[in-house]
């Protein structure tokens, strides 16, 4: 007789869009030691190994219990053969050999660092790395080889590294509001990315601005930057616009107005004597030295993304710009192999009838795709 777990097993969906993908979830040493060889993957650039053990990850993330055997994971999409074998040495032994060595190698914990840089991708730092650079004193050597980005993300790489608190990601949204709401009254802001999946932490903080009224959203982002700019609030920025591209050409290539920026977030006035009042709280001696510095200089740095969408493509930007990366990725694949139509952050392409299908919500769009919906909290895959 099938237990509730076994059929839950063989009846998982195979995309991950199918079904829901908490924050916390029951396989983390498992996911841990697969995200690692994801990971490996990616920086050999060896896509299809990224995407296989990626999407392993991405179902065990959303196993609503823990798996008990490699026997077990044969009944689930994507974890079979090289992913089987990883599930087994790690229940049966606690590590998986390979995951260890890949660790250890010199070559992953240089890349590891290296593309931690804001500004230097896999193919830069593989680069680097070929050139004998190891670390970041290796890289201030070379300062005058580096893009404006890069040396940036080099200056503000301590700030860079410490996570992005929900308490700070907040103070960003009232820097990003009031500047916002200086030059248009009834403009509204949506904090998206991870904090909107109900993450404590992030690497940035990203958002969605839109205005009923769209002529109001021309050149708005422009002077609200200027504005913090002019404020001492903005350290770094590059700006991304694209041509609105066609369906047909790639449902990847989206063109929303976009800023990339690293902001000076002012350190809170509470934040002095939080440090002093929570000395339990365990915090590692490195994290410490960069919290107190943040304190003394009175700002941290912090990564910020801002897009501008029209309202009427709000539904899709906002699906788009909430993630996960995953999450996206196979949303999109279902929707073009399973659906024929083109998904992207501006809207759904139906490339059989050959028209656009409009969506006021979310929701709306997981029903033109027959989806059923899936509630941001649930999408971290
Ligand atoms: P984190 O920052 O908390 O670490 O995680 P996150 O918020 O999930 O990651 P993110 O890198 O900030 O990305 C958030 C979402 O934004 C993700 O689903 C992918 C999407 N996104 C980009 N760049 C672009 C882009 O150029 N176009 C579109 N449409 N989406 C993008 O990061
Ligand atoms: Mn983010
Ligand atoms: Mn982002």
Redesign the pocket.
Known sequence: LATPEKVLRTQMPSYTCQRRTPLNHHNSTLTDALEILARAAFFQSSEVRYLGFTRAVSTLKSLPFKLQSAEEAKDLPWCGGHCKTVIQEILEGGVCREVETIKSNEQYQAMQLLTGIYGVGVRTAERWYQEGIRNLNDLKNTESKLTVEQRTGLQYYKDLQQPVTREEAERVEQLVKDALLRFSPDVQITM????R?G?LE???V?FLITHTNESALTGLLENAINWLKSKGLILYYHMKKRKHTSHAVSSLM?G?E?YYTICALPSSSSQNTDLEVKPHNFVAAEQMACLKSQISKGWRAVRV?LVVTPHAEYPYALL??????HF?RELRRFSLHEKKMSL??HGLYDTEKRCYLPAHSEEEIFKHLGLTYISPSDRNA
């Open positions: 998206t990315g991870g904090f999946r993450k992030g690497h940035d990203d989206d929303h976009t993304d788009g710009w909430t993630g996960s990366k996206e992207n952050s």
